[in-house]
């Protein structure tokens, strides 16, 4: 890795490189033993095939790979090798593995077997198909009673499994070219991950409505395989050109709308260091300030006042986002956090409630758990905080909201939040994200129409598990699902991350978008047990500076020719035009801004913003 990598991602370790596996026109990334960016004749059939292992809490195992064999051929591949998971208590599981490739056929097949029994929430394959291209186009469904049924990919992001029972997906990736995925071993359904901000429809192993977690019986070999079979009744022989690489052109687009605001959360745990820290709200000019209170949590009066404290110190509006615990009355729950609120002095703006139970995630096939009617919730704190605008909606992600839609007429706006690392944390995988954001905004506009919309917090690290009983220790900096912290949030990678999410979300009309904290795992500045100077600017910083001076602003689209690698847009205030550009890869790009600007190079996870002529 480059010297400067920790600048970039916040650790020196650097992933496992891919291996590029090529059979005619068929090519696939080989990475840490699955396959990703299958491609054929250049076109990303699917996003990925991957044999997964989930503990107890859905958290992915790493397993160690051994006896790793590849072999490439013109027109054909082979990979082989042995991998072994280790569980709790002294338990592991071993998977032997064979994946095989040419010019119209992939295979990759899995054996696993445990000596001594091994408990998990999944073990088998998941085959990711793409968003971009794909979504609301046809397919053909083979279900495993041989059924063939013609049905489509979702457009509007579906809250519960679009396609159960299935044995085969077929798609078409050109003209004159379709795809066969077939999957055998087991009965496999697929989820639409847009829910979670994947990019991708998965269809996995094993429906979600049998018991979880199970038991691999000890030595019970446990066989599936995924086929990937190409039809092309095209004339063209010619294998594809290595890509080369090019110039992302940009030009003006037809929406407009206005900046959102620009928030950051503050939790109780975080409230001394925010104060300490209390100039850089002025600096940062931040116009929304979100206060986290979880009673289940220990928050009290305490936590109230210090709240109040910082409001003090704030311009701008403030909001306090309320678990309530509703293991009473939600009237009176409300009420004594309003009599709290009273005495610490502490008056937000708004209040976003949420019923403490709906962070945790009802899968499908689970029973709901009890909760009062969100309109007694609604009513209660109307109640409670008369005069006072009332929000809803999740203070987990929009897979939450998606799936217990709260009823908009109680409510003056909804909100949410989204995580990139929910079920992989790679960097591909956490960038590709951002390719989701507008199908989720899309989503909520369709279900609450003109709404005033917020989301966040929304940031690389994880603040709660809607899917487990945790979110996951990081001690050693890892790129981990579900982790608390994340070292890319120290890196440029969390300045790219954020500049882009915003401009992915533009067309969602917001009203605030909060994408920090000021200080803690998930701050702009360091804090204690970091790897950076305590107290020091991480590159997020600039990100949230400079969306948090454009509130207010109009914006222009800019269409990108290359919208997986370079994004833009255009800003417009009383200092004039400026357009806004950001690199989401790894590696330095060229952008030729057309009519907008001459052509530069951005440096890996790099921004620029550059002043345009009326």
Request: net charge negative; proline share 8%; glycine share 8%.
């Amino acid at each position: 890795m480059t010297a400067d990598a920790f600048q970039l991602y916040g650790t020196r370790v650097e992933e496992t490189p891919t291996v590029r596996l090529t059979a005619g026109k068929l090519t696939a990334d080989l990475a840490d033993g699955n396959l990703r960016t299958i491609r054929y004749d250049g076109v990303e059939v699917l996003r990925a095939i991957s044999y997964l292992v989930r503990d107890r809490d859905w958290g992915t195992y790493s397993p160690e790979i051994a006896g790793l064999r590849i072999e490439q051929g013109k027109d054909r591949f082979e990979v082989s090798y042995r991998a072994r998971c280790e569980g709790p208590d002294e338990t592991a599981l071993v998977i032997g593995v064979r994946i095989s490739g040419n010019q119209d056929r992939l295979d990759f097949e899995a054996e696993a077997i445990s000596g001594t029994g091994f408990d998990t929430n999944r073990c088998g394959f998941c085959i990711l198909h793409p968003i971009v291209g794909v979504a609301g186009s046809p397919a053909a469904v083979e279900h495993v009673d041989g059924q063939i049924v013609a049905t489509r990919f979702p457009d509007l992001i579906e809250p519960w499994q679009p396609i159960k029972d299935v044995r085969a997906i077929t798609h078409q990736v050109m003209p004159d070219v379709s795809a066969e995925c077939r999957m055998e071993g087991d009965t496999f359904e697929m989820e639409d991950q847009r829910n979670w901000s994947d990019a991708s429809y998965k269809t996995y192993v094993r429906p979600l409505a049998l018991p979880w977690p199970y038991q691999i019986p000890a030595n019970q070999p446990v066989r599936q395989k995924t086929s990937l079979i190409i039809s092309d009744t095209s004339r063209s022989v010619t294998p594809p050109v290595a890509a080369q690489s090019g110039v992302t052109r940009l030009e003006f687009g037809a929406r407009t709308g206005t900046m959102p605001g620009i928030g950051v959360i503050v939790t109780p745990e975080e409230a001394d260091a925010t104060l300490t820290a209390r100039s850089l709200l002025t600096e940062i000019a931040l116009r929304e300030l979100l206060f986290h209170f979880d009673p289940d949590a220990g928050h009290g009066a305490d936590a109230l006042e210090n709240f109040a404290a910082i409001a003090a110190l704030h311009p701008g509006r403030s909001t306090l986002e309320i678990a309530l615990p509703c293991k009473s009355s939600p009237a009176g729950e409300a009420a004594e956090i309003a009599r709290q609120m009273q005495i610490a002095g502490f008056k937000p703006d708004a209040i976003l409630i949420s019923p403490s139970v709906d962070r945790q995630s009802t899968p499908p096939g689970s029973k709901w758990p009890d909760c009062p009617p969100l309109e007694e919730v609604y009513a209660a704190a109307r109640a409670a905080f008369p005069g006072i605008r009332i929000g809803g909606g999740m203070l987990s992600y929009f897979t939450e909201l998606n799936r217990k839609r709260v009823p908009a007429g109680e409510i003056d706006f909804v909100s949410h939040c989204t995580n990139p690392i929910v079920h992989a944390a790679d960097d591909l995988s956490v960038m590709q994200t951002l390719e989701a954001l507008p199908f989720i905004t899309r989503s909520v506009r369709a279900i609450y129409d003109d709404k005033p919309y917020r989301i966040g917090p929304s940031t690389i690290p994880m603040r709660q598990n809607p899917y487990g009983s945790r979110t996951m220790d990081n001690p050693s900096g890892g790129r981990i699902p579900m982790a608390n912290r994340d070292p890319r949030h120290n890196g440029r990678f969390a300045e790219a991350f954020a500049l882009g999410y915003a401009i992915r979300v533009l067309d969602a009309g917001l009203e605030c978008l909060t994408l920090s904290a000021l200080t803690g795992p998930f701050g702009l500045i360091a804090g204690p047990d970091e790897p950076v100077e305590r107290g020091g600017r991480r590159p997020l910083f600039n990100t949230v500076q400079t969306l948090s001076a454009l509130a207010g602003a109009s914006w222009q689209e800019c269409l990108s020719s290359s919208p997986s690698e370079v994004l833009s847009f255009v800003a417009r205030d009383a200092a004039g035009a400026k357009l806004y550009v950001v690199n989401l890869t790894g590696e330095e790009r060229r952008v030729d801004g057309g009519a907008l600007a001459e052509e530069l190079r951005l440096a890996p996870f790099a921004t620029a913003a550059l002043p345009l002529a009326d």
